[in-house]
């Protein structure tokens, strides 16, 4: 993990206990945690009546180190001896170890899912409905007495958070011949994931 | 159900008994060809020389035929309602059963041409698919994502378009499952019955 030195500076003042004490130790690093996973966490995550006494520039600096760790450690799935490793560098007590290790365990499912869901990808089908119709006449062709279907796959776009729609009609056979062919994909994927 | 034909278009028929059935059996030919393909003044042309007629008398008789079939077609008339359609034209006996064979032979086939001009949507022509297992990523190494990537092929009036997309594996089931309980549908008692009587 590559960290940069105002990460380490910041931490080398949480593990100050002249600069936070324990309380504040713990308020912050809460925080830390509150503002990256909690989707309604806002600005005055950082009010608490225990932070006032601390600079707030003091206050800032060590939230974002912080943050930028976990965020990196997540990244790369640190395990506790790694992020032991760091702390110790950065002149953690033991006691300041063990607790940012127990909360970054804590809340690790949440920033792993939080990291997996970043970036970009194609499309997404997340549902289908299906229409299924018996054509009689058209303007130009009476009499006609076929079913069709009415396929509309509903995508999401990661980037744009647009909705679009694919719809496309299809004979039986032609249908037939899609569920076929994604039935054949999802025997693929159970016969994978049982080697 | 009867053909009801306008004067124009019996002027432009009165053509056919001039000449005679191999004429009009080619007239035919070139009817359906006009169908297929789009017009060819040329052939017209070359028509009218041979028989010594105005290259226009030509282009009428033959859309007058083309007009004929699409409508009988159209419609699905029986041979008999073609027949009585066709009699008040006052064509020869020889004349009218030409024009019968003509309907019947080329019916199937002009239906299907005819059928192609009915507004439509996309319609589904073939899907590719893959799995993928995503890795890692920028912000986060060691995953195992499966995905299933899915190449859809589809067609539009003569264009052919594809779309690239993506399904996870619960949503593929899901997927199947629903599509299936469509076809599942065409089986049932309701359905039977509508397709069985609406005809």
């Known amino acids: ?195 | 159900m009867l053909l009801e034909l306008s004067e124009e278009h019996k002027e432009h028929l009165a053509f056919l008994p001039q000449v005679d059935s191999a004429v009009v059996a080619e007239f035919g030919r070139i009817a359906v060809e006009f169908l297929r393909r789009g017009a060819n003044p040329k052939i017209y042309e070359g028509a009218a020389r041979k028989l010594s007629v105005s290259s226009d008398t030509v282009q009428h008789g033959v859309e007058g035929l083309t007009y004929l079939l699409t409508e009988s077609s159209k419609l699905m008339i029986s041979e008999l309602d073609f027949q009585d359609s066709v009699f008040v034209l006052g064509f020869s006996e020889e004349l009218n059963k030409l024009l019968l064979q003509l309907y019947l032979d080329n019916r199937k086939e002009i239906r299907t041409i005819l059928s192609e001009l009915a507004p439509s949507l996309p319609s589904y022509h073939n899907l590719e698919w893959r799995l993928d297992v995503q890795l890692a990523s920028r912000s986060l190494r060691q995953q195992i994502k499966p995905a299933v990537t899915i190449k859809l092929h589809l067609n539009q009036n003569g264009d052919h378009n594809t779309k690239v997309l993506q399904t996870d594996p619960a949503t593929l089931l899901h997927l199947v499952q629903q599509l299936e309980q469509a076809l599942e549908e065409m089986k049932t008692n309701h359905c039977r019955r509508v397709v069985r009587n609406i005809k």
């Open chain 1, 1 to 195: 993990m590559e960290l940069s030195e105002s990460v380490q500076k910041g931490f080398q003042m949480l593990a100050d206990p002249g600069c936070f004490d324990s309380n504040a130790f713990t308020l912050l690093l809460r925080a830390a945690f509150q503002s990256l996973l909690d989707a309604q966490a806002d600005e005055a995550v950082l009010d608490h009546p225990d932070l006032k006494h601390i600079d707030p520039v003091v206050l800032k600096y060590c939230h974002a180190a912080a943050a930028t760790y976990i965020l990196e450690a997540g990244k790369h799935r640190a395990d506790k001896s790694t992020l032991s490793t760091y702390l110790e560098d950065c002149k953690f007590d033991r006691e300041r170890i063990e607790l940012f290790c127990t909360e970054y365990q804590n809340n690790k499912n949440s920033l792993e899912t939080l990291l997996g869901s970043i970036g970009r990808s194609l499309p997404h089908i997340t549902d289908v409905s299906w229409r299924l119709e018996y054509q009689i006449k058209t303007n130009q062709l009476h009499k006609m007495y076929r079913p069709t279907y009415l396929v509309t796959l509903n995508v999401q776009n990661t980037d744009s958070q647009s909705y679009p729609e694919i719809s496309f009609s299809c004979s039986m056979e032609q249908l037939q011949d899609l569920v076929g062919k994604l039935k054949d994909a999802s025997k693929s994927l159970e016969r994978a994931t049982q080697l």
